[in-house]
């Protein structure tokens, strides 16, 4: 069955340093992200950002990217063909900060998580953090219905020395709102099956798309390890490449070589 989509998580995966389409994850100068692009759009293939980015930082990315749909917020919403469609409940993002979790998290991990500066401004439905911290504890602190989720690695902080590791940027979101949940919402909206998709990513969030697409593959840069993923041999960019062209050949028929 010929490939349909591929789900693609931005930055550390299809972005290199920088958050740049046009950069590896050292900073030097790649086209390979980009000619990834070319290769699905010559095979009919869509690409779909999946990102905890807002709305309207996605609608720009997309717009100089050529793409014409994506997914939100970590979930939270998708546009498809310039139309939104919310997938969080309206006033989310005030609901959380209402019930004084974010502040909670932080209060506990003083000098370990902070809010992750500009980036964490006009949102709708996550509260976008940065640190280092034990999931598990910073959960148990949180009500039944919120979970904070790790979505992979940033560089570094001033803000923030003295961690034994790079800081992550963690979601703060209601259960059940997910990058897996926003990836299923947009496959029923197009009318893809599993074995027409494949997703890209870097982090333990992005893991969850492996429950709803036939492969998913994760960039050599990657924090996460799972039995259900490829790994690529590079990473970034260029991992993002290897995996869509493989995936394109493969579903074509085509034989590549395949990493021992």
């Known amino acids: 069955m010929p490939l349909r989509c591929v789900y693609t998580d931005l930055d550390g995966t299809l972005l290199g340093r920088g958050a740049s389409l046009l950069r590896d994850g050292e900073g030097g100068f790649s086209l390979l ?4 692009l070319e290769a699905c759009f010559r095979a009919d293939v869509e690409v779909v950002p999946v990102s905890g980015r807002t709305r309207s ?5 997309c717009r100089l990217l050529g793409l014409n749909s994506y997914v939100y917020e970590l979930g939270g919403g998708m546009s498809i063909d ?3 469609t919310p997938l969080a409940g309206e006033g989310t993002y005030e609901r959380i900060a209402e019930f004084g979790a974010p502040q909670r998290l932080i209060e506990r991990f003083a000098g370990r998580l902070e809010y992750h500066e500009p980036w964490h401004v006009g949102r709708s439905v996550t509260h976008l953090l940065r ?7 910073a959960n148990a602190l949180l009500p039944d219905d919120l979970q904070l989720v790790d979505n992979g690695a940033i560089s570094p902080k001033r803000s923030l020395e003295g961690l034994e590791g790079p800081p992550h940027a963690y979601h703060l979101l209601p259960r059940g709102i997910s990058k897996a949940a926003g990836v299923a919402a947009h496959m029923r909206a197009r009318g893809y ?3 027409e ?3 890209v990513g870097d982090s333990r969030e992005d893991l969850g798309m492996a429950d709803h697409v036939a492969r998913f593959f994760l960039v050599a840069n990657a924090k996460a390890s799972d039995p259900r993923a490829e790994l690529t041999e590079g990473g970034w960019g260029e991992g993002f490449y290897e995996a ?4 394109i050949a493969e579903a074509r028929g085509v034989r590549t070589h395949t990493p021992s």
């Open 33 to 36: 992200g980009a000619r990834a």
């Open 57 to 61: 930082m996605l609608h720009e990315d």
């Open 82 to 84: 310039g139309e939104d």
């Open 131 to 137: 640190g280092l911290v034990d999931l598990d504890e």
């Open 193 to 195: 099956m599993p074995e």
């Open 197 to 199: 998709c494949i997703a």
């Open 244 to 247: 869509v062209v493989r995936a």
